[in-house]
């Protein structure tokens, strides 16, 4: 039997480029989408078409969006599922915090793991990694270790494992295999201002502009401007990063 392993696919770099691994390996995947009241719903679009893709290319593929926006409420908070604005800067700025979403990663891996043990399948994976860690406590490596013991207890009669196989790895290092790979990265969405066009200020933003800039090309979802744009407001950013750490 060919494994069929459950992932979730938010429509962004990381999990397209875990995407685009598992089926590359021959497996055949069980993509999760969730709708959970982001103000950036225009991911869950993109992640339509990265699938869409995948099929063109031959990968089985079977992509559901989760509709959670129910609970919206409930874990409204900050930047990305509340009423603050999204903060312009690097990750690392305590501002960012802001875009937390109070157990996001639980919430959706939780639903992975029961959607796994229904459909006879024994791992769920998420693509965490390194580079999140300051800001994203649902990305570290003590989180998925927790994580993974606890579905397995809940599941322990038809067991399934959760497996991040980039979570030692920066979103660099995630591009760089992508690009291995040819992973549409023209497909995907990042930007949490939720706009037509990648906003390129906010720490995604950023974050993915350094991605692609660490591996010496530009960013192809961006027309030839906005890379220029983008470049421009990181090495700004980064400018005033340098300067703040000098000054503490």
């Not at 079977?62 to 009423?83: K, P, W």
């Not at 157990?103 to 793991?113: K, V």
């Not at 023209?186 to 720490?203: A, H, I, M, N, V």
């Amino acid at each position: 039997m060919i494994p069929m392993p459950v992932m979730i696919l938010s429509g962004g770099l990381d999990s397209t480029t875990l995407l685009w691994k598992l089926c590359l390996e021959g497996k055949r995947v069980y993509a999760l989408t969730f709708d959970y009241g982001q103000r950036h719903r225009r991911e869950i679009e993109h992640a339509k078409k990265i699938v869409k893709k995948a099929k063109e290319v031959g990968f089985e593929v079977y992509h559901e969006v989760v509709d959670i926006s129910s609970i919206s409420h409930l874990i409204s908070s900050g930047a990305l599922t509340g009423n603050e604005s999204v903060p312009h800067g690097f990750y690392t700025d305590e501002r960012q915090k802001v875009t937390v979403v109070p157990n996001r990663n639980m919430i959706m891996l939780s639903i992975a793991a029961g959607y796994a043990v229904k459909m006879g399948e024994s791992e769920v994976y998420y693509a965490a990694h390194k580079s999140d860690y300051a800001i994203y406590p649902d990305c570290r490596k003590e989180f998925v270790k927790a994580l993974d013991s606890a579905i397995y207890l809940a599941t322990i009669f038809t067991p399934v494992e959760l497996k991040a196989p980039f979570v030692d790895m920066t979103k660099a290092e995630v591009v760089s295999l992508g690009l291995k790979l040819k992973v549409p990265y023209e497909l995907t969405w990042s930007c949490y201002e939720g706009r037509d066009r990648p906003c390129l200020k906010c720490g995604t933003c950023l974050e993915r502009t350094e991605a692609f800039l660490l591996n010496k090309v530009k960013d192809p979802l961006l027309t030839e401007s906005e890379w220029e744009i983008a470049v421009k407001e990181y090495r700004k950013y980064e400018k005033e990063d340098k300067q703040k750490t000098i000054s503490n």
